[in-house]
């Protein structure tokens, strides 16, 4: 009747919300062991929360040494365009 979502998938979709909210601080190194591993695991899952992942890296890389702790968000969306047009191209 309803559209319920399964168990599985509801749980994915848990896992990239946490992946997600957990991703700038497992940049940072900042998770304990047992939550980095948790990121970890969903990253090598989940594709799109890996090229969210990759791009944070990216991010972080040309931040560093920068005073902003945060990117701008032109930068952020400019980087998944690309990131997603390359991803594209070998689809
Ligand atoms: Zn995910």
Do not use: F, I, W
């Not at 957990?22 to 190194?29: D, T």
């Not at 900042?30 to 991010?59: F, P, Q």
């Amino acid at each position: 009747m309803s559209e319920t979502p399964t168990v599985a998938e509801t749980a994915a979709r848990k896992d990239c919300a946490e992946a997600r909210a957990a991703l700038e601080e497992y940049l940072h190194n900042e998770l304990c062991a047992e939550d980095a591993a948790d990121v970890r695991a969903h990253l090598d899952e989940c594709e799109e929360c890996s090229a969210e992942h990759h791009v944070g890296e990216m991010l972080t890389a040309a931040l560093q040494g920068a005073c902003k702790d945060r990117a701008p968000e032109e930068l952020r969306a400019k980087l998944l365009a690309s990131l997603r047009a390359a991803q594209a191209q070998h689809g």
